[in-house]
Structure formats: C-alpha cells, structure tokens
C-alpha cells in the first residue's frame, strides 16, 4: 500500500477484515470520521506503529465489543498499545518479504542496523527440549539469518517444560538473551526460588552459545524479576528488571549483565511499585515511568468532555549507564482516558490535552524534546481508552 502526501486517522467498523499475511487490511469507512487527524510523511515516520484504542460515550455507532480501530497512517493496526497491535505492526514491517522468505515468529526487538525476531517451541515430553528460535534480518541487505537455542534439561531442571518470555539486550554485535524461571522442584514444599537462564546470538554472524544456568544471589532469588516488554525497547544496551512479587513485599529495581553475570541494585523512587512502574529502554538507558494512579472506572460512570477533563501526569526517571542511581529526566502528560504511551524507535507517541483538546504528541527521550504536537479532531461522545482500563469500555 503506497503511502500518499497526507493520511488521515479514521474509525474502522464491524466488517474490518485482516489480511495478515500481507500486511494490510481491508475497512469500512464511517464517514464523517468520528475521529480524525492529517499527518504528513515525515509526521507518519514519528508515529510508525502506535495504534490508538477508542470508543464512544453512547451506544451510537458502536460494535458490541465497545471500542474500535484508529488508522494513523493508511494502514489498519489493531486496538490499544496492546501485544495484539504489535503483533500488527511486525507483520506489516515483514511485508517486504515474499511468503516463503518471511519470518515467521512475531517477537519483535529492533536494534540498530538490524531486527530480530524470535518465537518459543516446547513439548511436555521430557525427552524434547524447549527452544528459542531466531530470524535475523540485516536491515540494510534483508539477509536473514535463523538460528535456534535449545534449553535443555540440565539447564531448565527436571519438572520445567516451559520457557517464558526471553528479554535482550546489545554489547556491540552479541545480544544477550535473559530468561527469569522458577525452580519447580520447590513448588509445594516451600516459597518459590528463581534463576536466569542466558545465551546469546551473534548479530552479524548467527553464531550462538549455549544456553545456561545463572544462580541469582540469596538476597534476590526469592524475587519474582520482570522486564521491560520488546515493545518498549528500542537498540536495548542494558538490562533493567523491577521486582512483580516479594515475600517482605518491597519494590526492588535491579540490573544484570549477562556476559560478567552481575547483578546490581537500583534504588527505586518513592511511590514506584510492580504496577505503576513501567519500563522503557533506549540504548544504554533504561527509563522507569512513574505515572499517576489512574481512577477506577465503572460503566456507571459519567462521560467528561475532552474540554473538562485534565491530564494525567507520568514522571520518567533513567538510569544512565553505568550509574547505579536513578535522575528524573522528564514529565509527559496524557489524557486520562488515553492509551498508555507508546514506544516508536526512541520517540514516546501519546494523546494529551492542550486547551481542552485531545492532540497527538510525540516526545523524544533522548533530547526532551517535543517533536510533534498536533491536534486530532474528535467528536464530543468519542473518547480515547486507556488499556489498563477494561472496566471502563461502555460509559454512558
């Protein structure tokens, strides 16, 4: 699909049909657009990608499901900021390929010069080992590498057949690839304790090394560790996971090195926790997002017009590399309605309020600085939806 001078961001209706497998899909159109907003090629390059989730105050209009689709660039991407439009949006990055040339997993992590894409394989038959496959694809020649990592029983223990999400990071050509597991054979018998399994994969090559066990130190192995989700990486060069559960119930911030097999802890900010914490990492700095605690809700709830509404305050920290101290680098602010901010290359994307109305902004997190701020025509009973928000799909 050609992209022309100017797109507009339209509603698309029940009848959407995907056609995945090109990368592109087929819409009604609504007109007059309930939502729109013109966007120039160089403007489409800042918002690459983000997908915006909506639905309307009444019942005009709407499907049964209470939320529709947004087009930003010509090209139907799937509700919110969620995994589903991610999943959208690396099809659609994969359609320069023929069908039998192209990658087939939708794990998606872009560093410079190249992207990689990965996809988990595993079986309950202990004799079969779980696997982490790869496509490497050379942005620049479209060469793509596969390669595979078994993670095999001496490494994962005897009773874990599955791998969960793999986090990744850069140190010049190798990427490193991190997976927190539970030891299963304490499960029933006391708390749960944890280990990193790591391998890594050649950029350039598609060398790989085997997969092994790294002990985490007794004050962190009773840790439940997360990490910041592939969407919200981009080029990542460090690798920063916040605690989801811990016994003394204290929020714990940590970075780990794969090739030294060092952990480091951070300390958090005040007010920081598993929930209201999100992670972002660009380059070799890992942002923390400390957002305003969103209100609760309910389909009783009254409608607030754009013009009478406020925006959410969220606070960036980073950690630069090397530090072992967080700084506050910056403020965005959102409409309380909107979509969590979004990821494109190291641009956060996000609606905000300016004089009562909701308008596209798109900030830098390297520089601070503003690189687009636009307005988007909207009408009176539509109002953007925050995914972290179910509970709030039909207010009336």
């Known amino acids: 699909m050609k992209s022309s001078k100017f797109a507009t961001a339209v509603f698309a209706f029940s009848g959407l049909v995907f056609l995945a497998t090109a990368g592109h899909a087929a819409y009604q159109e609504v007109k007059p657009a309930p939502v729109s907003i013109q966007l120039t090629d160089e403007e489409k390059k800042l918002v690459d990608g983000a ?15 209470g939320a529709e689709y947004a087009l930003l660039d010509g090209n139907v991407k799937r509700v919110g900021f969620s995994e589903n439009a991610y999943s959208f949006q690396t099809k ?80 010049g050509n190798t990427v490193y690839g991190v997976v927190p597991m539970p030891e299963y054979e304490n499960r029933g018998s006391k708390a749960p304790t944890y280990f990193f399994i790591t391998f890594s994969v050649n950029l350039e090559t598609g060398a790989t090394t085997p997969a092994k066990r790294v002990k985490l130190p007794e004050e962190y192995a009773s840790i439940a560790w997360g990490e910041a ?21 204290k929020f714990r911030l940590m970075t780990f090195d ?5 952990f480091t802890e951070i300390r958090p900010e005040q007010g920081m926790s598993a929930v209201q914490s999100i992670l972002y990492t660009v380059g070799d700095k890992a942002y923390i997002a400390l957002a305003d ?63 009562g109305k909701p308008t596209l902004r798109v900030q830098s997190m390297q520089t601070k600085d503003i ?12 109002f953007f939806i925050d995914t972290r928000m179910y509970g709030m799909m039909r207010m009336k």
């Open 51 to 65: 997908t915006f989730e909506m639905s309307y105050s009444t019942d005009d209009l709407t499907s049964s499901k």
């Open 258 to 262: 794969a090739e030294t097999e060092k």
């Open 229 to 249: 989700k592939s969407s919200r990486m981009y080029d990542p060069q460090v690798l920063l996971f916040k605690s989801m559960y811990s016994r003394d119930e």
């Open 371 to 382: 690189l687009l701020s636009k307005t988007i025509d909207v009408k009176d009973d539509v």
């Open 293 to 355: 605690e969103v209100p609760a809700f309910t389909g009783s709830d009254t409608y607030v017009k754009a013009s009478e509404r406020k925006n959410n305050e969220t606070k960036y920290y980073v950690l630069n590399a090397g530090s072992q101290k967080l700084e506050e680098a910056f403020t965005t602010e959102t409409d309380v309605y909107a979509p969590q901010v979004y990821l494109n290359k190291g641009n956060l994307v996000m609606i905000t309020l300016v004089d």
């Open 92 to 171: 659609k990055r994969l359609a320069d390929f023929s069908f039998t040339d192209r990658p087939n997993y939708d794990n998606l992590v872009a560093f410079k010069g190249y992207d990689l894409l990965y996809g988990l394989t595993y079986s309950f038959e202990s004799t079969t080992d779980p696997k982490v496959n790869f496509s490497i694809i050379n942005k620049e020649t479209k060469k793509v590498t596969t390669v595979s990592v078994p993670i095999t029983k001496e490494v994962r223990g005897d009773n874990s057949h599955f791998v969960t999400d793999v986090t990744f990071y850069r140190k």
